[in-house]
């Protein structure tokens, strides 16, 4: 069964800099995708970023893009969301989720969308202070 562990979550003030980690065990050969979501006090779950295992293709939301790094480890069970510029808004619990891939032509391609994503972390805090 997929397992997904997320740490490195906590308070720092804007402009600041915290990489969130999530472990992942027990993956099945389909699930390629792995992404971060996030979601603030009273707003829905939005995708921040998302990587292709294996092949390194990321993909980001406009809002965290050139602030954000997603990556992952050499043995692809470990995926890192580098958060730098850090800004108010920012603040949220942060979610790491894996899943499926999609196709569009041909092409294999990582989705950024809740529904997309069956297996779930239990979500790390993230607070950013003005």
């Known amino acids: 069964q997929v397992q997904l562990v997320e740490s490195g979550g906590g308070s720092v003030q804007a402009g600041g800099s915290l990489t969130l980690s999530c472990r992942g065990s027990?993956?099945?050969?389909?699930?390629?995708?792995m992404a971060w979501f996030r979601q603030a006090p009273g707003k829905e779950r939005e995708g921040v970023a998302n990587i292709y295992i294996g092949g390194r293709r990321t993909y980001y939301a406009d809002s965290v893009k050139d602030r954000f790094i997603i990556s992952q480890d050499n043995d692809k069970t470990t995926v890192y969301l580098q958060m730098t510029s850090l800004k108010p808004e920012d603040t949220a619990t942060y979610y790491c989720?894996?899943?499926?891939?999609?196709?569009?032509?041909?092409?294999?391609?990582?989705?950024?969308?809740?529904?997309?994503?069956?297996?779930w972390g239990q979500g790390t805090q993230v607070t950013v202070s003005s």
């Open positions: 027990g993956f099945t050969s389909g699930i390629k995708c």
């Open positions: 989720a894996a899943g499926l891939p999609k196709s569009y032509a041909g092409v294999r391609y990582c989705p950024l969308t809740e529904p997309d994503f069956r297996r």
